[in-house]
């Protein structure tokens, strides 16, 4: 079965400076989604990458996904705390089932 | 309606108790998953339907656990003769089925178990 595993379990930044997350799969991606959640809270969609070489962008937030597909980036630039939280990767294969997630990288952005 | 309902958001009950969770998915979504979440961890997938249709079952579901989707709308988790191992948060997603579908999550239902 697939799994994904995230890198840094957790990330500290100072406000204004960049980061980012990385998500690396035992398997080729077929669907490599990117989520954030709030403590507590349900997840949020970000972004969905299905191409080897696909980035998208959203405000200040770029995933990509290697040639391969099987590594995914997300970016932030010049973080914010709004940006704080959990970010995690899930993939699917390519009928879009078998959803797994990964363990989730915990951003806190210090003011 | 713009999002994933889930109901209750919060539920404390004693060990050996039934619980039954409700979800109800965006409206035009024809696929509805749960998945259990534990502190620290990525949600693990639990089971999903295509319409009424159970389709998948993770073998993380144990005979204690059932879910349904009577009419292909809103589904419902029940887990019967709780254990304090089942204290998780409770995830519902919706999506599409056609091509690679995003999933979108409700808020999650807590359970704790005594």
């Known amino acids: 079965s697939q799994e994904l595993e995230q890198s840094p379990q957790s990330l500290i930044v100072q406000e204004g400076k960049n980061l980012t997350i990385n998500c690396t799969s035992s398997k080729t991606l077929y669907g490599l989604y990117w989520y954030k959640q709030k403590y507590g809270e349900g997840l949020i969609f970000l972004m969905m990458?299905?191409?080897?070489?696909e980035e998208k962008s959203h405000e200040k937030i770029t995933a990509k996904l290697d040639e391969k597909k099987q590594q995914s980036s997300l970016h932030i630039t010049a973080s914010q705390p709004s940006h704080a939280g959990i970010y995690l990767c899930?993939?699917?294969?390519?009928?879009?089932?078998?959803?797994?997630f990964g363990p989730g990288t915990r951003l806190s952005v210090l003011p | 309606d713009t999002g994933v309902s889930q109901d209750p958001r919060h539920k404390i009950t004693k060990r050996g108790q039934n619980v039954t969770f409700r979800c109800d998915p965006i409206s035009e979504h024809n696929r509805l998953y749960w998945y259990r979440q534990t502190l620290g961890q990525g949600p693990e997938f639990l089971t999903y339907?295509?319409?009424?249709?159970?389709?998948?079952k993770s073998r993380l579901l144990s005979d204690r656990f059932s879910a349904e989707r009577p009419k292909g709308s809103f589904s419902t988790l029940e887990i019967q003769r709780t254990e304090q191992g089942d204290s998780a948060m409770y995830l519902c997603a919706s999506s599409f089925s056609r091509g690679v579908p995003e999933q979108y999550f409700g808020p999650g239902t807590r359970l704790t178990v005594t």
């Open positions: 990458l299905q191409k080897g070489g």
């Open positions: 339907f295509q319409n009424e249709a159970q389709l998948e």
């Open positions: 899930g993939a699917s294969d390519n009928y879009g089932q078998n959803f797994v």
